[in-house]
């Protein structure tokens, strides 16, 4: 158990729908990523945030939305729904780490939240 | 172009032999960071070892260590004494410059199969 949890696991949902998925980061942790995870590409990076702010973007959708909140947890959200949507989508918090020469972010990944367009 | 490559679709080991994944990654940037991550089937993303550019050693972490060949660009994940546990999708990942934040770059998995 990573100690990231995210809901719901499984959402079923028809196209041109708007689903919410949320995460809570470990205890602690104040950088929120998701990713999504798809047959046709991937793993990909889809957004961060660091305490409260949006930190990096990657590859999403003006569909989807993002935002964390006071208390650190994040909310993915999907609009528009389309069947090219489901995936498993990924939430990750961080916590700073070193080795001998630098030290990283390393990221503990929740379950996933496995998005069913139909 | 891909940033990082992971050739090898599928792998085939027996149990209590050494495998080695192969991983190699494109970047300009001198400061990054090299993953690699295990999804079981059931679908979770476990992180497994970590390799910084200016790290001298190889890191190692059990019976996982991660052979660094800077000058080849590659980062191969050793996995030694393999276990039927060991099967699962293996994930290499990059991580550039923390200026831009620490999101990884993910390759497209190998599939390891650990056979009695």
């Known amino acids: 158990d990573s100690g990231v949890t995210q809901t719901p696991k499984h959402l079923i949902t028809a196209t041109g729908q708007r689903v919410t998925l949320r995460c809570s980061p470990r205890s602690g942790d104040l950088s929120v990523y998701w990713y999504q995870q798809s047959l046709d590409q991937g793993l990909q990076f889809l957004i961060q945030y660091y305490n409260g702010e949006e930190r990096a973007k990657g590859n999403i959708l003006e569909r989807f939305s993002a935002q964390q909140f006071p208390d650190l947890h994040s909310e993915l959200n999907l609009s528009s729904l389309e069947l090219g949507d489901s995936a498993l989508y990924f939430c990750?918090?961080?916590?700073?780490?070193?080795?001998?020469?630098?030290?990283?972010?390393?990221?503990?990944f929740g379950p996933g939240t496995r998005l069913t367009v139909l | 172009a891909q940033k990082i490559t992971q050739t090898q679709p599928g792998m085939f080991v027996q149990e209590k032999e050494a495998v080695t994944l192969d991983c190699t990654y494109d970047?300009?940037?001198?400061?990054?960071?090299l993953f690699w991550y295990k999804q079981p089937s059931s679908g979770e993303m476990i992180f497994l070892i970590y390799q910084g550019s200016y790290d001298q050693q190889n890191a190692t972490e059990g019976r996982y260590s991660l052979n660094f060949q800077k000058a080849r660009k590659s980062a191969n994940l050793v996995i030694s004494a393999s276990q039927l546990g060991d099967s699962a999708m293996y994930f290499c990942a990059m991580r550039e410059s923390e200026t831009s934040g620490s999101r990884l770059t993910f390759g497209e998995g190998t599939q390891l199969t650990v056979n009695p």
């Open positions: 990750a918090s961080s916590v700073r780490s070193w080795t001998s020469a630098s030290s990283y972010n390393e990221q503990f």
């Open positions: 970047t300009s940037d001198p400061s990054y960071g």
